[in-house]
Nanobody, 125 residues
Protein backbone atom coordinates (compact mmCIF):
# COMPACT_ATOMS: atom_id res chain seq x y z
CA UNK A 1 0.00 0.00 0.00
CA UNK A 2 1.16 3.55 -0.77
CA UNK A 3 0.02 6.74 0.90
CA UNK A 4 0.42 10.00 -1.01
CA UNK A 5 0.19 13.48 0.43
CA UNK A 6 0.23 16.60 -1.75
CA UNK A 7 1.23 20.06 -0.64
CA UNK A 8 2.12 23.42 -2.14
CA UNK A 9 -1.17 24.53 -3.62
CA UNK A 10 -2.59 27.99 -3.11
CA UNK A 11 -3.76 31.23 -4.68
CA UNK A 12 -1.48 32.93 -7.19
CA UNK A 13 -1.85 35.66 -9.78
CA UNK A 14 -1.65 34.90 -13.47
CA UNK A 15 1.97 34.65 -14.53
CA UNK A 16 3.05 33.44 -11.12
CA UNK A 17 4.58 30.14 -10.02
CA UNK A 18 3.92 27.33 -7.59
CA UNK A 19 5.67 24.09 -6.76
CA UNK A 20 3.56 21.14 -5.75
CA UNK A 21 5.06 18.30 -3.75
CA UNK A 22 3.84 14.74 -3.34
CA UNK A 23 5.38 12.69 -0.55
CA UNK A 24 4.90 8.94 -0.51
CA UNK A 25 5.06 6.39 2.27
CA UNK A 26 4.66 2.65 2.21
CA UNK A 27 5.70 0.71 -0.88
CA UNK A 28 9.13 1.48 -2.38
CA UNK A 29 8.77 4.85 -4.04
CA UNK A 30 11.65 4.35 -6.44
CA UNK A 31 9.79 1.49 -8.17
CA UNK A 32 6.75 3.61 -8.97
CA UNK A 33 5.97 5.95 -11.83
CA UNK A 34 4.34 9.16 -10.67
CA UNK A 35 1.70 11.30 -12.30
CA UNK A 36 -0.06 14.58 -11.73
CA UNK A 37 -3.69 15.06 -12.69
CA UNK A 38 -6.11 17.93 -12.21
CA UNK A 39 -9.84 18.42 -12.06
CA UNK A 40 -11.61 21.73 -12.45
CA UNK A 41 -15.23 22.23 -11.33
CA UNK A 42 -17.63 20.64 -13.79
CA UNK A 43 -14.84 19.05 -15.80
CA UNK A 44 -13.35 15.60 -16.04
CA UNK A 45 -10.07 14.63 -14.43
CA UNK A 46 -7.23 15.56 -16.77
CA UNK A 47 -3.70 14.23 -17.16
CA UNK A 48 -1.05 16.88 -16.54
CA UNK A 49 2.36 15.18 -16.34
CA UNK A 50 4.05 11.88 -15.56
CA UNK A 51 7.55 10.67 -14.76
CA UNK A 52 8.90 7.14 -14.71
CA UNK A 53 10.71 5.48 -11.81
CA UNK A 54 14.16 6.74 -12.72
CA UNK A 55 13.17 10.21 -13.87
CA UNK A 56 14.53 9.43 -17.31
CA UNK A 57 11.18 9.64 -19.06
CA UNK A 58 8.55 12.34 -18.73
CA UNK A 59 5.33 13.26 -20.49
CA UNK A 60 3.21 16.41 -20.45
CA UNK A 61 -0.18 17.65 -21.47
CA UNK A 62 0.37 19.87 -24.49
CA UNK A 63 -1.07 22.95 -22.83
CA UNK A 64 1.48 22.82 -19.99
CA UNK A 65 4.59 21.96 -22.00
CA UNK A 66 7.27 24.57 -21.46
CA UNK A 67 5.52 25.89 -18.34
CA UNK A 68 5.35 22.87 -16.01
CA UNK A 69 8.17 20.55 -14.98
CA UNK A 70 7.73 17.22 -13.24
CA UNK A 71 10.62 15.81 -11.25
CA UNK A 72 11.32 13.40 -8.41
CA UNK A 73 13.76 12.78 -5.61
CA UNK A 74 13.78 9.08 -4.79
CA UNK A 75 15.92 9.65 -1.70
CA UNK A 76 13.13 11.85 -0.29
CA UNK A 77 10.22 9.74 -1.58
CA UNK A 78 8.87 12.89 -3.17
CA UNK A 79 7.64 13.96 -6.59
CA UNK A 80 7.30 17.57 -7.64
CA UNK A 81 5.40 19.65 -10.16
CA UNK A 82 6.92 23.03 -10.80
CA UNK A 83 4.36 25.32 -12.43
CA UNK A 84 5.46 28.56 -14.04
CA UNK A 85 3.58 31.18 -16.08
CA UNK A 86 0.33 30.06 -14.52
CA UNK A 87 -2.93 30.89 -16.26
CA UNK A 88 -6.49 31.13 -14.90
CA UNK A 89 -7.34 27.98 -16.89
CA UNK A 90 -4.82 26.08 -14.72
CA UNK A 91 -7.17 26.50 -11.77
CA UNK A 92 -8.13 23.06 -10.45
CA UNK A 93 -7.60 20.55 -7.71
CA UNK A 94 -4.29 18.84 -8.44
CA UNK A 95 -3.79 15.20 -7.55
CA UNK A 96 -0.67 13.11 -7.52
CA UNK A 97 -0.88 9.43 -8.30
CA UNK A 98 1.42 6.40 -8.33
CA UNK A 99 1.59 3.74 -11.02
CA UNK A 100 2.96 0.29 -10.20
CA UNK A 101 4.24 0.00 -13.77
CA UNK A 102 7.27 2.05 -12.86
CA UNK A 103 9.16 2.08 -16.16
CA UNK A 104 6.32 3.73 -18.08
CA UNK A 105 4.61 7.14 -18.17
CA UNK A 106 0.90 6.69 -18.72
CA UNK A 107 -1.86 9.23 -19.27
CA UNK A 108 -4.86 7.09 -18.38
CA UNK A 109 -5.87 7.80 -14.80
CA UNK A 110 -7.25 4.25 -14.55
CA UNK A 111 -3.64 3.02 -14.74
CA UNK A 112 -2.74 4.60 -11.42
CA UNK A 113 -3.31 2.50 -8.31
CA UNK A 114 -2.68 5.07 -5.60
CA UNK A 115 -3.94 8.64 -5.22
CA UNK A 116 -3.49 11.59 -2.93
CA UNK A 117 -6.38 13.67 -1.67
CA UNK A 118 -5.54 16.69 -3.80
CA UNK A 119 -4.40 20.27 -3.35
CA UNK A 120 -6.23 23.33 -4.67
CA UNK A 121 -4.50 25.63 -7.14
CA UNK A 122 -6.29 28.89 -7.92
CA UNK A 123 -4.92 31.33 -10.49
CA UNK A 124 -6.48 34.77 -10.50
CA UNK A 125 -6.57 36.97 -13.60
Amino acid sequence: QVQLVESGGGLVQAGGSLRLSCTASGRTFSRLAMGWFRQAPGKEREFVAAINWSGGSTDYLDSVKGRFTISRDNAKNTAYLRMNSLKPEDTAVYYCAADRVGWNTRRDWNSYAYWGTGTQVTVSS
